[in-house]
């Protein structure tokens, strides 16, 4: 518990920073959808609570940065994000009043700060790709435990893996990812033993265990030893235009994962304590800087560059992951704007205001619940108890 708290700086400082990115870009992303639509902005802010410092520009928006450094919005004219907002119109700022903006603006206002997290991520793989390349690899068996699941389906030593569930098996993190969020359902796998390709029917068990930066999660897992062979291993570079649109491929693969993994959970597939938040974020990005950077026999210059990549694809995931969230259903979200602006342009009128003041107050009360709920998974999950153990 003590090394945990010692570290709280580091934490602090890799959670403000990789949400205060996402946050803020995905506001944005709102704010200029709004302009371009005339929407009146009442104001821009960056954290919760009271501010440290504020400003009001020549179109009347204040913009704030506020005490609590965990989140942020943006205001619009006359929109209802909270129940006490319903009915509202704050005077003052230059601009269309929010509803009198087409339930077709709205909805792409609604829709734009997802996006811009989705251009972010994107981005951000994008460069890593033109500067890092990747590297693949062919990935071979050392071992096979005995009563594991690819001992099971019929792995033996010495063959290589070839695909596994129709993806192609570049190299061990890939293999990993496939298996991790696989539990207990079948999986086509295709391995190469003495030259022929075999096919097997493997299926991983959900087992609780360390992950590569030592949380402990429920994950699929198969049982297996395994080595990269190095005689196939290769680098792979990219031009500017071919880094674009593996970033765009890779964001694309990461929000089908998301999706992916959200059904597995609805489903019973998956455990629903495989859902992350702030915590859990944060203690990666932590322990990725203590590994990084205590590996003495690697030079300062390098650590430090790898750092930088490993916050960066960090990043990108998390913006992945806060847009999807938002384009859910629910109401205060995006998602859930989304929906009342179906409803109008159905209806012909906007909902009634007691029945969108309802949903906010039912939405407020699910995500608070749902917030509490990931967030002790996540303390777990940091083993701060255990550490407190002894």
Partial sequence: MMSFLSQGPI???CLVFLLGVVVVIHEY??????????????????GF???????????GTR????WIPLGGFVKFVGESQLPGDVGKVESGPVGKVFNDISVGGRT?????????????????????????????????????VGDGAAHEAGVEPGDIFVSMDGKAINGIGTLQTIVSMSSNSELETIVERDGRELTLDLTPRRELRRNPVGQM???????????????????VHYNPIEAIAKGGLQTWETLTMTTDMIGRMVTGKEALSSLSGPVAIGDVSRRI????????????????ESLFWSMMTICAAVSVGIGFFNLLPFPVLDGGHIVFNCYEAIAGKPMPARVQE????AGMVLLLGMFVFITWGDVLETGLFNGARG
């Fill in 29 to 46: 992303g709102h704010y200029l959808a709004g302009r371009f639509f005339g929407a009146g902005v009442e104001s821009f802010s960056v």
């Fill in 217 to 235: 999660q429920q994950q699929g897992t198969i049982g297996v030893e395994l080595t990269p062979i190095r005689d196939s291993a290769r680098q």
């Fill in 289 to 304: 800087v203590n590994q990084t950077m205590e590996n003495d026999q690697i030079p300062l210059i390098v650590r430090l």
């Fill in 108 to 144: 792409i206002i609604a829709a734009a700060g997802p996006a811009a997290n989705f251009l972010l991520a994107a981005l951000i793989f994008a460069l890593f790709f033109f500067f890092n390349g990747t590297y693949e690899t062919r990935v071979g068996v050392v071992n096979v």
């Fill in 49 to 59: 609570g009271k501010p440290i410092f504020e400003t009001t520009d020549k179109r």
């Fill in 358 to 361: 309802g949903a906010l107050m």
């Fill in 63 to 66: 913009w704030r940065l506020n």
């Fill in 11 to 13: 934490f602090i400082v």
